[in-house]
């Protein structure tokens, strides 16, 4: 893997991403056990699709709030810093919900208040994680290194996911959580490791000492001079909307279709964690940056596929294939994307470009978690799931007729 680093640093980046990977992969591991602690004790609790929109919602709406500012800042301050520091938030307030859960019971408000907290964070972590990358690994090596980063990140989730319904069912969400807790704080012990010339801004001109305003403006004037990223977002703006109204679900689909417990449930957040891995580590093997934008547009029919085999399996072997292809073209969506703006764009406004981009594709799950809530209520979850699959087969072909998206590639 030498090859891949920046050949004047070339011990200090090998170890900084060694820092990076490890980081990623214990704290994306405490995570899948608190998503699935969570979403499962709200269901447990209430049986309401509803209550798992609000869930869901705490998870998008940070993002769309604070994703622009969290760029700007990601490209004026230290990265490294910035994913420090939010990795120790989120160990505070993700303990305190945990020792909450055991000492007082279950609280709806309470959770929903911490989940919009830690979320916050994460969407302050999620740029200056982004950005990093490309000041530890040159343009040539993103390929590799975000498929190894997208699919250590799946595959702990994916194990993670699993370990989550196993301990919910046995010992209670309450432990899931102090896990996610402490992995929080290893994390936040891998990233003080990176190198802290990496976490520095590498800076040209007077980008960043014009105001707030213009630091703003940066991330969306560059997609209006670059309409093939532009419509990259706009595309998946739609893509996400349909989405939303299967990933938020997928508890009530494994509560309905299978034996009532969050073991079940795991088992097929795994399946889709797994798709991530293959799908993140195929990029780089099949040169996905000559043809990106063929690539993700296809990928979204895949999607389609997936959640259609959800819709007429029968047992949970079935439904887990059908998870697994819905993650194998997530896999290959993430990583041929990151890796294109990484090597696309100037690291200096790295961060605002991608909060643009995390902002304006996510800005219609909201709608579509709330869309989803009300519609399984109405129509039950097959048909929500159904209504999911056929607007993705809609969106991927507008997409592909879109000459930008179709030509978005780099390196040939």
Request: hydrophobic content about 50%; proline content about 2%.
């Amino acid at each position: 893997m030498t090859d891949i680093f920046e050949e004047a640093h070339v011990d200090s980046s090998r170890r900084s991403f060694a820092n990076l990977l490890t980081s990623t992969s214990v704290s994306s591991f405490g995570a899948a056990i608190s998503i699935i602690s969570v979403n499962w004790i709200v269901y447990h609790y209430t049986h309401s699709s509803i209550d798992i929109s609000y869930v869901g919602l705490t998870g998008i709406i940070p993002g769309i709030i604070f994703g622009i500012f969290a760029g700007v800042l990601a490209d004026k301050y230290n990265r490294r810093k910035i994913m420090v520091l939010s990795d120790l938030f989120r160990m505070t307030f993700i303990g305190i919900l945990s020792l909450s859960l055991y000492f007082f019971g279950f609280s709806l408000v309470l959770i929903l208040v911490t989940m919009l907290i830690v979320n916050s964070f994460s969407s302050l972590f999620l740029p200056a994680s982004q950005a990093i990358i490309p000041r530890i690994i040159k343009q040539e090596g993103l390929e590799h290194a975000n498929g190894l980063l997208q699919s250590m990140q799946a595959g702990m989730i994916s194990i993670g996911s699993a370990a989550g319904g196993i301990i919910v069912t046995t010992a209670g969400a309450s432990l899931g959580l102090g896990i996610n807790a402490m992995t929080y704080a290893l994390s936040a012990l891998f990233l003080v490791q990176i190198s802290g010339e990496f976490g520095k801004i590498v800076k040209s001109g007077n980008h960043l000492k014009e105001g707030v305003m213009h630091d703003i403006g940066v991330g969306f004037r560059y997609m209006k001079e670059n309409k093939p990223i532009l419509e990259i977002t706009l595309g998946f703006l739609p893509v996400n909307f349909f989405a939303a109204l299967v990933e938020t679900f997928l508890v009530v689909y494994a509560a309905m279709h299978f034996p009532s417990n969050a073991t079940s449930y795991g088992y097929l957040v795994a399946g889709i964690t797994l798709g991530i891995v293959l799908g993140s580590i195929t990029v780089e093997r099949i040169h996905a940056r000559k043809f990106a934008g063929w690539l993700m547009g296809l990928c979204i029919f895949a999607n389609a596929a997936g959640i259609y085999v959800l819709v007429i399996s029968q047992n949970e072997f079935l439904a887990i294939i059908g998870s697994i292809i819905l993650g194998l073209a997530i896999g290959l969506i993430n990583t041929t994307f990151l890796s294109t703006i990484q090597a696309l764009v100037p690291n200096e406004f790295l961060a605002r470009v991608m909060s643009v981009d995390s902002v304006g594709s996510m800005a219609a799950v909201p709608a579509g978690i709330a869309a989803g809530g009300i519609l399984i209520a109405t129509y039950g979850i097959n048909m929500t799931f159904i209504i999911s699959a056929a607007g993705m087969a809609l969106v991927g072909g507008i997409v592909l007729s879109m000459k930008g998206f179709r030509n978005v590639k780099f390196g040939g």
